[in-house]
Nanobody
Framework: QVQLVESGGGLVQPGGSLRLSCAASGSIFSINTMGWYRQDPGKERELVAFITSGGSTNYADSVKGRFTISRDNTKRTVYLQMNSLKPEDTAVYYC?????????????WGQGTQVTVSS
């Protein structure tokens, strides 16, 4: 089985920064695309950013210039550096990792971590 453990969420003031981490473990041959999503109550879950195995990145327009996604393949971890945080960034953040393993290729989700931006 594949497990994803998220960390780094919390309460921060507007303009502050947080760094989220998501570490994958289990029966993994290789990791393909890794990404971050977020969801606020009553709203749709939206893609925040993703990074491919080759290092190509993509960001939602709302976070461009403020967030940076990166990965450390030796640690099987994806990060989301969030700067200049705004109240509208408040949400539960989920990581999603596409994994090739014994059962083939599939997506796996983290448990979610709360990010609250408030003064």
């Amino acid at each position: 089985q594949v497990q994803l453990v998220e960390s780094g969420g919390g309460l921060v003031q507007p303009g502050g920064s947080l760094r989220l981490s998501c570490a994958a473990s289990g029966s993994i041959f290789s990791i393909n695309t890794m990404g971050w999503y977020r969801q606020d109550p009553g709203k749709e879950r939206e893609l925040v950013a993703f990074i491919t195995s080759g290092g190509s990145t993509n960001y939602a327009d709302s976070v461009k210039g403020r967030f940076t996604i990166s990965r450390d393949n030796t640690k099987r971890t994806v990060y989301l550096q969030m700067n200049s945080l705004k109240p509208e960034d408040t949400a539960v953040y989920y990581c999603k990792v596409n994994v090739w393993g014994p059962l083939g290729t599939g997506d796996h989700w983290g448990q979610g971590t709360q990010v609250t931006v408030s003064s």
